[in-house]
C-alpha cells in the first residue's frame, strides 16, 4: 500500500458487467459525475463494501481499529447506479449497493465507523442492502434512491442480527418511487434520517420484525 489506497474514476458514463467489490480500506473517488450502468448477473450487486476475510488488520502501522474508515468511501463528484430495470419498479432485479459482510468475519472485519455519500441508485430490485453482520456506526449523506422496488433494505428475513444496527444516519438524501422505501427485515436497527425527503412511494416502511427504531 505504499503508493497509496485510492481507485480513481474519471467522470464519464461506464457499462459495469460484473459487480465491483470495494473493500473499505480502499477510497472511490469520481473526477466528476460517474455513471454506472450494470448489465451483470442479478446474483450480485452492482456495487458490493465489504471487509473480506484477507484485508490487512491495520491500513499502517501507526493506525487502530479501521481509523481509514473515518473518510467517506465513497467521495468526488457523484457516483450514479443504473439497475437493468431503468426504474421499471416493481419488476426490477438485482442490488445496487451492497455494505457488509455476509457472514461473521470476526471484530477485526467489521464494518464499523464508516462514511459514504453522493450516490444515486435507480433500477433494481433491492437499492441498498445493509447486511447484518458486525454492521454499525455509519453515516449517508446526498443519497438518492429511486425507481427501485425496495429503496433500501436492512438484514435478510430469515437471518439473524449479529451485532448490528447502531446508530445509522441518513442526512439530506431523497427516497421516492418504490414500493417500499424502507424494509426493516431483522431486529437491531437503530436508524435516522436527518433531512431527507420520501415522496411517490407505495408505503415508506414496511416492519417485519421489531426491536429497533426509526426515526424520522
Avoid at 94 to 113: C, H
Avoid at 171 to 197: E, K, L, P, Q
Amino acid at each position: 500500500l505504499e503508493t497509496g489506497n485510492e481507485v480513481r474514476i474519471p467522470s464519464g458514463a461506464y457499462r459495469l458487467n460484473s459487480g465491483l467489490t470495494l473493500p473499505p480500506y480502499i477510497k472511490l473517488i469520481c473526477d466528476g459525475t460517474v455513471v454506472l450502468r450494470y448489465t451483470g448477473p442479478d446474483t450480485e450487486p452492482a456495487l458490493f463494501v465489504t471487509p473480506l476475510a484477507d484485508d490487512p488488520t491495520t491500513l499502517y502501522a501507526s493506525m487502530v481499529k479501521q481509523q481509514w474508515m473515518t473518510a467517506p468511501i465513497v467521495q468526488g463528484g457523484g457516483l450514479v447506479l443504473l439497475g437493468p430495470g431503468a426504474a421499471n419498479y416493481p419488476a426490477n432485479a438485482g442490488i445496487g449497493l451492497e455494505v457488509g459482510p455476509r457472514s461473521d468475519l470476526g471484530v477485526t472485519r467489521a464494518m464499523r465507523a464508516y462514511a459514504i455519500g453522493n450516490i444515486s441508485i435507480m433500477g433494481f430490485a433491492v437499492g441498498q442492502q445493509m447486511n447484518a453482520f458486525r454492521h454499525y456506526i455509519a453515516r449517508y449523506s446526498n443519497m438518492h434512491h429511486e425507481g427501485n422496488n425496495i429503496n433500501i433494505r436492512f438484514g435478510v428475513d430469515g437471518v439473524a442480527n449479529e451485532d448490528s444496527g447502531e446508530n445509522i444516519r441518513f442526512d439530506h438524501c431523497v427516497m421516492g418511487g418504490a414500493s417500499s422505501g424502507i424494509v426493516v427485515a431483522t431486529t437491531g436497527w437503530d436508524v435516522s434520517f436527518n433531512d431527507c425527503s420520501f415522496d411517490y412511494m407505495d408505503r415508506v416502511a414496511t416492519i417485519l420484525h421489531g426491536y429497533g427504531s426509526l426515526r424520522f
